[in-house]
């Protein structure tokens, strides 16, 4: 099974709009981390946000936030007022540290945003 | 400035010719990972190290390998390359804590004829 599901390749979102990337997850684990990570079109990878598995609040930084709900095992990120800049690849990621320390990658989002 | 870094950028190779992609950290990590990004698939984790000279397979190993002698690096070598092995690797570090975000290289785009 996927341990990190993204099931939007692709979206469009307008500019100064907020848009939500959706990102479930899979673990057993009760000990666990959720990142998200942008990679512009310049291919570096650049952390955004991240979530504890026993942080009741959402996480926020800045014009982001992540929309934790445990129970569903959803981790959505959530841009507010989108800018032109936000147009990136898009990737959620978990980290087990109970199991192996190992990372897992979604598959990745493609914003665009439009002007 | 905390980075890391790989070498190098940019590899065209043929098949079966042995190649080492250099990866180095200055931030004193325990834990170091390679990656490899393929369109659709996102990263796959090839191998990670916690700390020196402990290593272990991620998800996709085959035809891959890795030594971790000293805790700044950690290089991957691919000994006899093919084609499927054709993709963008990162390498990342961190500390070990499961709050710890890791640090990506600038990634390396390997071709393989």
């Known amino acids: 099974a996927q341990k990190i599901t993204q099931t939007q390749p692709g979206m469009f979102v307008q500019e100064k709009e907020a848009v939500t990337l959706d990102c479930t997850y899979d673990t057993s684990d009760q000990s666990y981390g959720l990142f998200w990570y942008k990679q512009p079109s310049s291919g570096e990878m650049i952390f955004l946000i991240y979530?504890?598995?026993?942080?009741?609040q959402n996480a926020t930084e800045g014009r982001y936030s992540l929309n934790f709900q445990k129970a569903r095992k959803s981790a959505n990120l959530v841009i507010s007022a989108s800018q032109l800049g936000d147009s990136a690849m898009y990737f959620c990621?978990?980290?087990?540290?109970?199991?192996?320390?190992?990372?897992?990658f979604g598959s990745g989002t493609k914003l665009n945003v439009k002007p | 400035e905390a980075q890391v870094t790989q070498n190098p950028r940019y590899l065209i190779t043929v098949t079966g010719k042995k190649l080492t992609v250099t990866c180095s950290q200055n931030?004193?990590?325990?834990?170091m990972s390679w990656y490899r990004q393929d369109p659709g698939l996102g990263l796959r984790q090839i191998y990670y190290s916690m700390n020196v000279e402990v290593t272990d397979k991620g998800d996709v190993p085959e035809g891959y390998k890795v030594s971790r002698k000293e805790k700044r690096n950690f290089p991957l070598i691919l000994e006899s390359p093919s084609p499927n092995q054709t993709s963008l690797y990162f390498c990342?570090?961190?500390?070990?804590?499961?709050?710890?975000?890791?640090?990506f290289g600038p990634g390396t785009r390997l071709t393989v004829l």
């Open positions: 931030m004193n990590h325990e834990y």
């Open positions: 979530q504890g598995s026993y942080d009741e």
């Open positions: 990342a570090s961190s500390f070990s804590g499961s709050a710890d975000t890791q640090y």
């Open positions: 990621a978990m980290r087990e540290p109970l199991n192996f320390n190992k990372f897992y």
